[in-house]
């Protein structure tokens, strides 16, 4: 792409994210992603599709200042306590609002749900990447997708990986 600035989004599923590096064992840099998105995928816009709860709120701010562009869903809070914000409906249909205004599209998860998604960015040339969080665990809708639309936060453990801080 000569004399023109790659211009791509990334579509984050952060609750498919976030379970899938938890599962792995370690804790997600969100301030070290965002970094390699831009600097892997030339991201300008990062999306990040999260549940909305109230009390989040300072969790929230912290990835807005790390570059992240929120997009809430109401969550609903079942008796047994289990807190439900399901993001797919608002990723695809930011994906396809914007479609016109990225070159190229990161989608990051690891949910068969989208599997009609990503075939539709295939077909219209504007996939860069499937960026799947675990490589051992996803959906075999995923999976019939060609290799090179594919790569895996799994395998980023050494650049994202979230260290604490060591205090003197």
């Given at each position: 792409m000569k004399g023109h600035e790659r211009n791509n989004f990334a579509f984050i599923d952060s609750q498919n994210l976030n379970l899938a590096i938890k599962e792995l064992g370690w804790t997600l840099d969100f301030a070290r992603f965002r970094r390699y998105l831009k600097d892997k995928y030339a991201v300008?816009?990062?999306?990040?599709f999260i549940g909305f709860i109230q009390e989040n709120s300072d969790l929230y701010k912290s990835l807005q200042e790390k570059g992240y562009v929120l997009i809430f869903k109401p969550t609903l809070k079942y008796k047994d306590g289990k807190v439900k914000g399901n993001c797919d409906a608002e990723l695809v249909l930011?994906?396809?609002i914007d479609i016109?205004?990225?070159?190229?599209?990161?989608?990051?998860?690891g949910d068969g749900d989208f599997h009609c998604l990503i075939d539709y960015l295939i077909k219209q040339k504007k996939l860069e990447k499937l960026l799947i969080?675990?490589?051992?665990s996803y959906s075999a809708l995923l999976k019939k997708f060609p290799s090179q639309y594919l790569a895996f936060v799994s395998d980023l453990k050494r650049k994202t990986e979230y260290k604490k801080k060591r205090t003197p």
């Open positions: 300008t816009k990062a999306y990040l930011q994906a396809m016109y205004t990225y070159d190229r599209a990161v989608v990051v998860t969080p675990n490589q051992k």
